[in-house]
């Protein structure tokens, strides 16, 4: 089990790991548009609603 961990299959994988954890908390959206909405859908969204009124 340690030449396991000491391996460089391992080790490579556990660094892809911790690249890609990285990678999916620095490109979370930090806006308060719906995941599945662009921001040019969510800005014109408001003002589709008040033309049809």
């Not at 299959?9 to 979370?28: D, E, H, N, P, S």
């Not at 930090?30 to 033309?51: C, E, F, I, K």
Request: net charge neutral; glycine share 8%; proline share 9%.
């Amino acid at each position: 089990m340690l030449a396991f961990l000491k391996s460089d299959l391992f080790l490579r994988f556990m660094g892809g790991f911790a690249i890609g954890a990285i990678g999916v908390f620095v490109l979370q959206p930090n806006s308060d548009a719906p995941p599945l909405t662009s921001p040019a859908m969510a800005a014109s969204a408001p003002a589709a609603s008040d033309a049809a009124r």
